[in-house]
């Protein structure tokens, strides 16, 4: 790869946006930064102010069939939840491919440049393993590559219905592995491509019982993976796990070993001040997904009292009805501004860091613009009606993905005023979702 020069007219560096930052790579990472410099003819210009990659912690990518399709009547998650299984029974790897490419490549148009894909759909219909155990997620880790981003495949263990005990039925029956030994064991066989790593993931405490969760908890540090886990994001979890086990979700994982620096929870949405403690006291990340966890009505979760704990927030789109991580920051700040009454818990600086983030991914050389890191660019314009006239410290409170104009993923080009260079996003969604209809 060449070594390669861009000219941002503003970049964000460490907490602020910095003025004439000129940026140069070489095999993929930054080699040097240099804000307050004239454009030299040589370097590519970057109208309006350059980000860091942005990292999407948690996906779930088949959702996204699901967008505007799920919103007459009332419901609840768990309504909501089966037409999702039903998406998830007509899926094929070949479909699957398609439709993630797809999904990928929305993805890169808003500016991320890593995928947290929590992947769970694993076999063929009734549980029947493919040829090769692990196709649907070498389907995943191919639509990045083709979309162009990087992705941390996190496979999860799925192996009971709930709480109790059930077992998988239905199209849930693609989930499961049978035990954790036997997830492991299937895993462990998997081979990812140098933009992929394999990581691993608890599915939730309904869906893993707890004499389960230590095998899995083992591989992750036998590997020195990422652990992630659905963590109280419904109320009735919490209840039927406090009736079957006396303790809550976190109290189980905690008991587990499954909590640490290593380890992601999503939603976190109904925690007790207890709980808290432990995520923070264990430097467990937490993801939030706002514009998920509102449209299914989950609740609003006390993302200021985790911070303040210590653990490190990240956010992810999860479902897709939206994909947009300048919103899922920032609804962070606003979402706590509605459960508090208050204004000013999270500045543009810890947002943006929440947003650009890929600790919780396992890329800790990624995230930043600094010599040495991976040369991952997003470009937001200062021109559109959005974000018209805006100091550029505060473009997180107006931007949305509609704004980024240009994307550089490990050195190469991805997005270029704010088309995809390698694939017709908008003709490739409404391909691969009529062939799920």
């Not at 479909?95 to 993805?107: G, I, K, N, P, S």
């Not at 849930?172 to 990812?192: E, I, M, P, Q, Y």
């Not at 992601?264 to 706002?290: E, Q, W, Y």
Request: charged share 20%; net charge negative.
């Amino acid at each position: 790869m060449p070594v390669t020069s861009w000219h941002a007219d503003h970049a964000w560096l460490g907490d602020a946006p910095a003025s004439d930052v000129l940026i140069t790579a070489d095999r993929g990472r930054f080699t040097s930064v240099t804000p307050g410099v004239p454009r030299p003819p040589h370097a590519e210009r970057l109208r309006g102010l350059t980000l860091p990659g942005l990292a999407n912690a948690h996906s779930h990518a088949f959702h996204r069939a699901l967008r505007g399709r799920t919103h007459a009547g009332r419901g609840t998650f768990w309504t909501w939840r089966e037409q999702m299984y039903a998406v998830a029974d007509r899926l094929t790897p070949a479909r699957y491919l398609d439709l993630a490419r797809a999904v990928f490549a929305e993805m890169a148009l808003a500016g991320v440049t890593c995928v947290g894909e929590f992947h769970y759909l694993h076999h063929g219909p009734g549980g029947k393993p493919y040829d090769d155990p692990n196709e649907m997620g070498t389907a995943l880790a191919e639509a990045a590559a083709q979309a162009g981003i990087r992705i941390t495949l996190l496979d999860t263990c799925y192996l009971t219905a709930s709480v109790g005990g059930d077992p998988l039925d239905g199209p849930a029956l693609r989930f499961g592995d049978g035990s954790a030994a036997a997830w492991a064991a299937r895993v462990s066989t998997f081979n990812v491509d140098p933009h992929a790593r394999l990581g691993a993931a608890v599915h939730s405490v309904r869906a893993v019982p707890p004499s389960q969760m230590p095998e899995i908890v083992a591989w992750a540090d036998r590997h020195d993976a990422p652990l992630h886990v659905h963590l109280s994001e419904q109320r009735a979890e919490n209840e039927a796990t406090l009736a079957a086990h006396g303790r809550t979700p976190t109290a189980l994982l905690h008991d587990a070993g499954a909590l640490g620096p290593r380890t992601t929870v999503v939603h976190a949405t109904h925690l007790t001040s207890a709980d808290v403690g432990m995520l923070g006291s264990t430097r467990t990340h937490a993801c939030f997904c706002p514009t998920t966890e509102r449209d299914l009505g989950d609740g609003i979760g006390p993302a200021a009292d985790l911070a303040a704990a210590g653990a490190p927030l990240c956010v992810g789109s999860d479902s897709h009805a939206v994909i947009d991580l300048l919103e899922e920051a920032r609804a962070v700040e606003l979402h706590e501004r509605l459960r508090t009454e208050q204004r000013g818990h999270f500045g543009p600086p810890f947002l943006v860091r929440a947003a650009t983030s890929h600790t919780a991914l396992g890329w800790d050389d990624a995230g930043s613009i600094t010599p040495g890191a991976r040369a991952d660019l997003v470009t937001v314009t200062l021109d559109s009606p959005r974000t018209a006239g805006i100091d550029p410290a505060g473009l997180i409170f107006a931007a949305t993905a509609a704004d980024v104009t240009d994307v550089v993923v490990d050195g190469a080009r991805i997005v270029q005023d704010g088309r995809h260079l390698r694939i017709d996003v908008a003709r490739e969604l409404r391909e691969a979702i009529a062939c799920l209809s």
